[in-house]
């Protein structure tokens, strides 16, 4: 069954710091993969997927991520830190042994220091 | 465009009494999703639907929650009688197609305090 560890509930950074959080995923298939951000009162919002192909994808506000297969990871970056990064970030997959179904990983809270 | 629409938005009951949530989809959107968000998860799936039939339900409580889409667009979800446990955020969320590639659109949520 396919499941997606975020490792920390919360990250602190400074403005102008590099972002990082980790998703490691469990999937027996090719998976898809997923990060949406979910900002204080609001549904969650698409930041980037990997479906197929180039391993290195790019998403919205400067994230990026990057698919490693051997290391069953898809940890999101970005270069330097803004204010409004300040959100919760969710890693997910979904593939065909689950039937497609989207599976969250618990979340991952971004602060961000002025 | 509009995005995915959810009330109310707030609501507040005791136990035992029932509850309803609406969730209008993104127009042309034949795929919609109920997630529950318990505080400091992420989302778990619910139910999913195709148009107005249902793809996936096998998380859904059948005994106390149930939920319909009417037509093809608009959906329900009810509680009925709740627990303290269904203390969560309740999000909507549509997509154009079914597939596990498909970018989800999520409402803003129904956040339910049972007491």
């Known amino acids: 069954a396919q499941s997606v560890t975020q490792l920390g509930s919360h990250v602190s950074v400074s403005e102008g710091a590099l972002v990082l959080l980790r998703c490691n995923y469990s999937?027996?298939?090719?998976?898809?993969l997923f990060w949406y951000v979910q900002y204080p009162n609001q549904g969650l919002q698409l930041l980037l997927k990997?479906?197929?192909?180039?391993?290195l994808v790019k998403g919205i506000n400067g994230f990026e991520a990057e698919f490693k297969k051997s290391e069953t990871s898809f940890h999101l970056t970005k270069p330097s830190a803004h204010m409004s990064d300040a959100a919760e970030y969710f890693c997910?997959?979904?593939?065909?042994?689950?039937?497609?179904?989207?599976?969250f990983g618990a979340g991952t809270r971004l602060f961000v220091k002025a | 465009e509009a995005g995915v629409a959810q009330s109310p938005r707030y609501k507040i009951i005791e136990k035992r009494q029932s509850v309803a949530f609406w969730c209008n989809p993104i127009?042309?959107?034949?795929?919609l999703y109920w997630y529950q968000q318990i505080l400091g998860q992420g989302p778990k799936l619910l139910i999913q639907?195709?148009?107005?039939?249902?793809?996936?339900d096998s998380q859904l409580p059948k005994d106390r929650f149930s939920a319909e889409r009417l037509k093809g667009v608009d959906s329900t979800l009810k509680i009925q009688p709740a627990k303290l446990e269904d203390s969560a955020v309740y999000l909507c969320?549509?997509?154009f197609g079914t597939g596990g590639q498909e970018t989800q659109y999520f409402g803003p949520g129904t956040r339910l305090l049972v007491l």
């Open positions: 127009s042309g959107h034949a795929t």
């Open positions: 997910a997959v979904s593939d065909a042994t689950g039937g497609f179904k989207t599976i």
């Open positions: 639907f195709q148009n107005n039939g249902v793809v996936d």
């Open positions: 969320a549509s997509s």
């Open positions: 999937s027996s298939v090719p998976p898809y």
């Open positions: 990997y479906t197929t192909g180039a391993t």
